[in-house]
C-alpha cells in the first residue's frame, strides 16, 4: 500500500519554523513582552466586560466610594476596590482599564496615520527622485527639527482655533490621532526613501519597467514588499512613543478630556494628590503607562534585532 501523501504545513507552522520564529522562541524578554502586550491590548478591548464599573457612567459612580485606598474596604458602603478609588468614587481598575483603551486606540491609529503617509512620501520620493525627491525630504528635515510634541501642540492650537468650542471635547479624539499621526511620519519617509533607492536599481525592477508596468505598479507590487521590514520596526517602536506622546499631551491638558480620561489623564489627576497621601491615585496609572511602553519597547528592539542579520 502506497503511503498517504503529506500535508504542507500550514502558514502558522512555517511562521513558528522560520528564523524569525525561532529567534521569538530563544528570548524571554520577546516573549514576555509579547505576553504583556498581549494582555494589555485584550483587557482594553474587553474593558466594558471586564471591568467592575464603566467609569464614564455618573449613574455608576458613588461619590460615598471616593478616596477607598487600594485593597480597602469604604468605611461607609463596605465596597473593597483592589487598586483603590479616586475622589469621584471612580474605580482605578475600571479607570485603568478603559484609559488603556484610549491610549492604545489612539497609539495605533496615529501610527497607522504615520505609516501611510510616510511610506507614501518615501516611495514616491525614492523611486521618482530629482526635485520631487529634494522637496519630499527638505519638508521631512524641518518636520524632524522640531520635537514630536511641538508639532502636537501646533496642530492642536489649529485646532482650537478653527474649531467651535462647542465641538471641541467631542472632536479631540480624532484630533489627537491627527496630530501625533503628523508628528512622525518623517521617520518613515527617510527609512523609505532609503530601502527604495537600493531596490529600484535592481533586476526585477528592471524588468518590470521592460514590460510595461506604470511607476505606481512597480512602487506597490514591487519594491513597497521589501521595505516592509525596516517599516516594522519603526512602527513598533513609535506605538511606545505615541502611547507616551497622548499621555503626555493629556498630562499637559491639551488632550483627552475628564470626562473621556486616558491614562495621561488619569496621571494629570492623580498629580494633584501627589503630596496628600493619596499617593495610588497618581501611581497605578503611571505604573499601567510605564510597563506598557517598556514592553512594546523591547518588543520591537526584538523586532530590530530579528530582522538584521547583522545584529544575530
Known amino acids: 500500500m502506497s503511503a498517504a501523501p503529506l500535508r504542507p504545513p500550514g502558514r502558522l507552522a512555517r511562521a513558528w519554523d522560520s528564523d524569525i520564529g525561532y529567534a521569538f522562541r ?23 466586560w471586564l471591568a467592575p464599573q464603566d467609569p464614564f457612567d455618573p449613574t455608576q459612580l458613588d461619590l460615598m466610594d471616593g478616596m477607598t485606598p487600594p485593597l480597602g474596604t469604604n468605611e461607609i458602603t463596605g465596597r473593597t476596590f483592589w ?13 485603568i482599564l478603559f484609559g488603556s483603551r484610549i491610549s492604545l486606540l489612539v497609539g495605533f491609529a496615529s501610527v497607522i496615520l504615520s ?12 523611486y521618482l527622485g530629482g526635485r520631487t525627491d529634494a522637496l519630499v525630504m527638505r519638508i521631512a528635515d524641518v518636520q524632524l527639527s522640531f520635537p514630536a510634541i511641538l508639532v502636537a501642540l501646533l496642530v492642536f492650537g489649529i485646532f482650537r482655533g478653527v474649531v467651535p468650542p462647542a465641538r471641541q471635547e467631542e472632536a479631540t479624539l480624532s484630533v489627537l490621532i491627527l496630530a501625533i499621526g503628523l508628528s512622525n511620519w518623517a521617520q518613515y519617509a527617510r527609512t523609505v526613501r532609503a530601502t527604495t533607492l537600493v531596490e529600484k536599481g535592481k533586476v526585477y525592477v528592471e524588468a518590470a519597467r521592460l514590460i ?32 507616551i506622546e497622548e499621555a503626555t499631551l493629556s498630562f499637559l491638558g491639551v488632550g483627552m478630556p475628564p470626562t473621556q ?5 488619569l496621571i494629570r489627576v492623580g498629580q494633584g494628590y501627589l503630596f496628600s497621601g493619596e499617593l495610588w491615585i497618581l501611581a ?3 505604573l499601567a503607562l510605564i510597563v506598557l511602553s517598556l514592553a512594546i519597547n523591547l518588543l520591537g528592539d526584538w523586532l530590530r534585532d530579528a530582522l538584521d542579520p547583522k545584529l544575530r
Open 83 to 95: 487598586l483603590g478609588t479616586d475622589p469621584q468614587g471612580r474605580d482605578l481598575v475600571s479607570a
Open 284 to 286: 497605578f496609572p503611571a
Open 115 to 126: 505609516m501611510a503617509i510616510g511610506i507614501s512620501a518615501g516611495l514616491v520620493a525614492g
Open 212 to 243: 510595461g508596468l506604470r511607476p505606481l505598479a512597480i512602487m506597490v507590487k514591487h519594491v513597497l514588499p521589501n521595505v516592509t521590514g525596516p517599516v516594522l520596526v519603526i512602527a513598533t517602536i513609535n506605538l511606545a512613543l505615541a502611547i
Open 26 to 48: 530563544r528570548s524571554p524578554v520577546a516573549m514576555l513582552s509579547t505576553l504583556v502586550v498581549l494582555l494589555a491590548v485584550g483587557a482594553s478591548v474587553l474593558a466594558p
Open 261 to 265: 480620561p486616558s491614562l495621561g489623564t
